[in-house]
C-alpha cells in the first residue's frame, strides 16, 4: 500500500536504581557512538547524586538478599540467564555495535554471558561448602566458619568488554548475596543499560543491581570514599592514576579492593571474583559433655 | 572488700631467662647494630626498670633486611615443602622446650601476668608454628589451585599486645608457603622476637629467611613503603592500617590487616548468670583488656541488668592487680605510660559526658603502669568510650530489651572483629550470630583461639583471615 519503509521506535536509555528506571537526576545525557562513531543513543550522564541514590537502593537491598537463601539466589540468577536467551538478539546487536564485532563474534560473546549467569547460578549453594567448614580446634568447641557477603560494592565495570566483562564481574558479586552499584564501561554503556531491563524482570529485588553509565572519573571517587560502600572492583578503572586514586580513597573505611588487571573473559573463571568479596565469620561454641558432671562451659 | 583467702605471693623465678644488655637487629643471620647507631630502651611496665638497650631500624636497616629476605627467597622458596615443613616442626619444638623462657620474658617485658603467657601466649606459639609446619608440604590441598606460589618478601609489622603470638601469626603461614620475612616488633615489647631469632638459630633456619628489625613507627613506614617488599601483614591500630592502605595503593603488594574492635558481648536472660560473668571477666580482663577482639561493649538485657551487675562487680573486686610474674595475678601492668595515658584520657570522658564509673577498689603498685578494673553503666550507643576502642580494661554497659535491639547496638560500629553471646536457646545463638557483622563470634565463651581457626574482622577491623588454611591465602599468589 505505501512505500514508505517503517520508521523505528529508539529506546530511551535510563540507569537501572533500585529496581527503577530514573533518569540521570542531573539532567545530563551524552552521545553514545559505535566502534566506527556513528551514533546509537544518548545514555544518561550520571551525577555523583545519582551514585549516592545507588548506593542507598544497595544498602536497603542488602539485608533481603543476603539473608535470602542460598538456593533462592540460585534460582533468581538462573532465571535471570532464561530472560536473557530470550533476548539475545538484541544483545547481540547491541554489542556488534558496542565492539564493532561481527554478528557471530557478538553472538558468541552474549551466549558465554548468559552461560556464566548460569556457571554463577550454580555456584550460590555450593561456594560456603568450599570456603567455609568445621575447624578441628584443640578443646571442647564447636567451631564453624562460614563465607558472609561483605555488604555493598562498587563494581568499575570493563570498558571494552561491554558485555561478558560486565557480567563477569556483576554475577560473582551478587551470587554470593552482596548488592552492586555499577559503573558502565563508559563508551559502551547500552548492553549494561539493557542488563537493567532483563534484571528488573527477573525475579531480583530491586536495589540487588544498580546500574550508572556515565564517567568512573566522576563517579568512581565519589563511590570509593563513600562510607557505606563496603567494597570497590576496580577492574575497569583501566587509568592507572584514577585507580590509585579510588584505592587511596577506598582506605578510609577500608574498603575491600579489587584491583585493576587485564582478563580474558572468555577464560573460564576461578572462585577468586567471589571470594574477593567474602568475609569469614567463625561461631565458636563450647560442646560440653554428657558425662555424670551434666553441661560444662 | 576483704578477701575472704589471702594468698601468698607465688613469684615465678625470673633467673630462668637470661637478658642481654643490649641487642642488635637481626639481619641476614647476625645481630647488627643499626646504620645510623641508635638504640632505645625497653623497659618492664610493671617495675620501669630498663630490661635492656635495642638497636633501632632506620630506612636503611629496612633496605638492608629486606635485600637479605629476596636473597634468601629464591633457596626458601625452591625447597620442597616436605624440608620448610620440617624447619618449622622445629622452631614449634624448640619454643614449646624453652617456653618457661619465654613466658617469663615476655611477662617482663609486656607487663602481663605470667599465668597468661604460661597457659595462653606460648602454648599457642608452639601450636601455630606446629599446625602451619603441617601445611608446608600439603599446599597444593588446600584449595588455593594446583601448585600455589609464594609471594616474595614479607613484610611484618606486629603491635606489643601479644608480642610473641602476634610473630607466631606472621611468622609460621608466611614461611610455610615458602615466602620470606622481615618483621618489626613494636618499640615496647622487641625482646620476644630477637629471642625468636636465637631459636631460629637454633633450628638451623637459613639466613635471611627471618629477619627482625626492633624499630618505631618509622621502620614500619619504611617496610610497609619498600618497593621489594611483595606482602604487607599489619596488626595494630585502625588508623595505621588505614594509613597502610593508603600506602600501598596502585601497587602490587597484596596486605592483610587485623586492626582494631569495640566487640559487643550480648548477655540474654536466660544466659547462665555464673558462666556469663566469668565470660564477661575474661572478654575484657585478659591482658588488661589491651586485646583487638576484647569484649568491651557489655549488652546485657534490661530484665538482669541488676542482677549481673552485681554479680559481675562482687566478681570484679576478688581480681589480684599486681606482679605479673606472681602466678596469683589476675591483672597485670599496661604495657607503657602512653597506653596508660590513653586509657585514662578516655576514661576521663566517660565520666565528663555522664557515665556513671565504677571501679573495683585495689592498691596499685607505686611503680609501673596500672589500672583498676573499671565498669561504667549509663552509658548510651554516642559515648565515646561506647564508640572508641579503649584497649585497656574498662568495660561499658549498655542494656536492650529484644533481640533485634541487641542486634542493632552490637552492630552500630565502625568495626566488627569480635561479638560474644550469651544463652540457653540454641536457635536464639544463631540467629544472633548469623546476624552479627563480626569475624568472630563466640557463643557461651570468649576469648577462645586456635591455630585452625580463622581470626580477622569485618568493616574498619581489616580483612583477610589469619589462622587456619584461610590463613594461606594471605601469603600465596592466588
Given at each position: 500500500m505505501s512505500d514508505v519503509t517503517r520508521l523505528s521506535v529508539f529506546k530511551t536509555y535510563k540507569l537501572y536504581v533500585g529496581g527503577k528506571f530514573p533518569r540521570s537526576e542531573s539532567g545530563r545525557v551524552y552521545e553514545v557512538t559505535d566502534s566506527k562513531g556513528k551514533w546509537l543513543a544518548n545514555a544518561p550522564l550520571s551525577s555523583r547524586k545519582d551514585a549516592r541514590d545507588a548506593v542507598v537502593a544497595a544498602r536497603k537491598a542488602f539485608g533481603g538478599w543476603a539473608g535470602a537463601t542460598a538456593y533462592n539466589r540460585g534460582q533468581i540468577l538462573y532465571r535471570v540467564a532464561e530472560m536473557l536467551e530470550g533476548r539475545k538478539g538484541q544483545f547481540v546487536h547491541e554489542v556488534a555495535h558496542a565492539e564493532g564485532l561481527s554478528k557471530n563474534k557478538a553472538a558468541e560473546a552474549v551466549e558465554a554471558a548468559i552461560d556464566r549467569w548460569v556457571w554463577y547460578a550454580g555456584w550460590t549453594d555450593k561456594i560456603a561448602q568450599v570456603v567455609g567448614g568445621a575447624n578441628p580446634v584443640a578443646g571442647p568447641y564447636f567451631n564453624l566458619s562460614t563465607p558472609e557477603p561483605t555488604g555493598v560494592v562498587t563494581v568499575v565495570a570493563p570498558q571494552d568488554s561491554s558485555f561478558l566483562g560486565l557480567v563477569s564481574v556483576i554475577a560473582p558479586v551478587i551470587a554470593t548475596g552482596n548488592t552492586a552499584v555499577v559503573i558502565a564501561s563508559?563508551?559502551?554503556?547500552l548492553p549494561a543499560l539493557s542488563l537493567g531491563e532483563v534484571l528488573a524482570t527477573s525475579?531480583?529485588?530491586?536495589?540487588?543491581v544498580n546500574i550508572l553509565s556515565g564517567k568512573a572519573s566522576e563517579m568512581g571517587p565519589h563511590l570509593a570514599a563513600?562510607?557505606?560502600?563496603?567494597a570497590i572492583d576496580?577492574?575497569?578503572?583501566?587509568?592507572g592514576d584514577l585507580a590509585r586514586d579510588l584505592e587511596v580513597a577506598a582506605a578510609d573505611n577500608l574498603k575491600r579492593v579489587l584491583r585493576p588487571r587485564t582478563e580474558d573473559f572468555t577464560e573460564s573463571p576461578g572462585t577468586e571474583r567471589m571470594t574477593a568479596f567474602l568475609e569469614t565469620k567463625t561461631v565458636w561454641h563450647p560442646t560440653g559433655s554428657l558425662g555424670a558432671s551434666g553441661s560444662s562451659y | 572488700m576483704a578477701s575472704a583467702f589471702e594468698y601468698a605471693p607465688a613469684p615465678e623465678s625470673r633467673s630462668v631467662v637470661d637478658i642481654a644488655p643490649s641487642y642488635g637487629l637481626f639481619i641476614d643471620g647476625e645481630f647488627v647494630d643499626a646504620a645510623d647507631g641508635k638504640v632505645f630502651k625497653t623497659v618492664?611496665?610493671?617495675?620501669?626498670?630498663?630490661?635492656s638497650e635495642v638497636a633501632r631500624a632506620g630506612a636503611e636497616d629496612v633496605d638492608r633486611a629486606v635485600k637479605a629476605a629476596r636473597k634468601a627467597f629464591e633457596k626458601w622458596s625452591a625447597l620442597p615443602g616436605s624440608e620448610r615443613a620440617k624447619y618449622l616442626f622445629r622452631i614449634a619444638r624448640i619454643i614449646q622446650e624453652r617456653s618457661r623462657e619465654l613466658a617469663v620474658l615476655e611477662t617482663l617485658d609486656n607487663g602481663k601476668p605470667i599465668r597468661e603467657t604460661r597457659d595462653a601466649d606460648l602454648p599457642l606459639v608452639a601450636a601455630h608454628f606446629f599446625y602451619y609446619a603441617g601445611w608446608a608440604d600439603k599446599l597444593d590441598h588446600a584449595?588455593?589451585?594446583?601448585?600455589p606460589r609464594p609471594l616474595g618478601v614479607a613484610g611484618q609489622v606486629i603491635p606489643w599486645n601479644f608480642p610473641l603470638l602476634m610473630l607466631a601469626w606472621k611468622i609460621a603461614p608466611a614461611l610455610a608457603t615458602g615466602n620470606t620475612v622481615v618483621l618489626k616488633p613494636a618499640e615496647t615489647t622487641p625482646l620476644s622476637a630477637l629471642f625468636f631469632a636465637d631459636v631460629c638459630r637454633q633450628a638451623g633456619?637459613?639466613?635471611?629467611v627471618v629477619n627482625i628489625l626492633p624499630g618505631y613507627g618509622e621502620a614500619g613506614a619504611a617496610l610497609v613503603a619498600h618497593?621489594?617488599?611483595?606482602k604487607v601483614a599489619f596488626t595494630g591500630s585502625t588508623a595505621v592500617g588505614k594509613q597502610i592502605a593508603r600506602t600501598v595503593a596502585g601497587t602490587h603488594k597484596k596486605v592483610t590487616l587485623e586492626l582494631g574492635g569495640k566487640g559487643a558481648n550480648i548477655v540474654f536472660d536466660d544466659a547462665p548468670i555464673d558462666q556469663a560473668v566469668e565470660g564477661i571477666v575474661n572478654g575484657i580482663f585478659f591482658n588488661q583488656g589491651q586485646?583487638?577482639?576484647?569484649?568491651s561493649r557489655l549488652l546485657v538485657q534490661e530484665s538482669i541488668q541488676d542482677e549481673l551487675l552485681d554479680s559481675l562487680k562482687r566478681r570484679l573486686s576478688t581480681l589480684r592487680l599486681g606482679?605479673?610474674?606472681?602466678?596469683?595475678?589476675d591483672i597485670g601492668a599496661i604495657n607503657s605510660s602512653e597506653q596508660l595515658a590513653r586509657i585514662t584520657s578516655l576514661v576521663d570522658q566517660g565520666e565528663a559526658e555522664g557515665a556513671e564509673r565504677w571501679t573495683a577498689a585495689c592498691e596499685l603498685p607505686s611503680a609501673g603502669y596500672w589500672f583498676a578494673p573499671t565498669l561504667f553503666t549509663n552509658?548510651?550507643?554516642?559515648?565515646r568510650i561506647a564508640r572508641d576502642?579503649?584497649?585497656?580494661p574498662v568495660l561499658s554497659v549498655l542494656s536492650f530489651r529484644t533481640p533485634d535491639e541487641a542486634v542493632a547496638k552490637a552492630n552500630n560500629s565502625q568495626y566488627g572483629l569480635s561479638a560474644g553471646i550469651w544463652s540457653e536457646k540454641g536457635s536464639r545463638i544463631l540467629a544472633v550470630a548469623n546476624k552479627l557483622r563480626a569475624g568472630v563470634v563466640w557463643a557461651n565463651t570468649f576469648n577462645k583461639f586456635d591455630p585452625t581457626s580463622p581470626f580477622g574482622g569485618y568493616k574498619e577491623s581489616g580483612f583477610g583471615r589469619e589462622g587456619?588454611?584461610?590463613?594461606?591465602e594471605a601469603y600465596l599468589d592466588v
Open positions: 563508559e563508551k559502551a554503556p525475579d531480583l529485588p530491586g536495589g540487588v563513600h562510607q557505606d560502600v563496603n576496580l577492574t575497569g578503572a583501566t587509568d | 618492664s611496665p610493671s617495675t620501669e626498670e630498663v630490661l584449595g588455593h589451585g594446583a601448585n633456619l637459613p639466613k635471611g618497593p621489594d617488599v611483595n586485646v583487638c577482639c576484647a569484649g606482679d605479673p610474674l606472681d602466678k596469683n595475678t552509658v548510651t550507643q554516642a559515648h576502642e579503649i584497649f585497656g587456619g588454611r584461610h590463613g594461606l
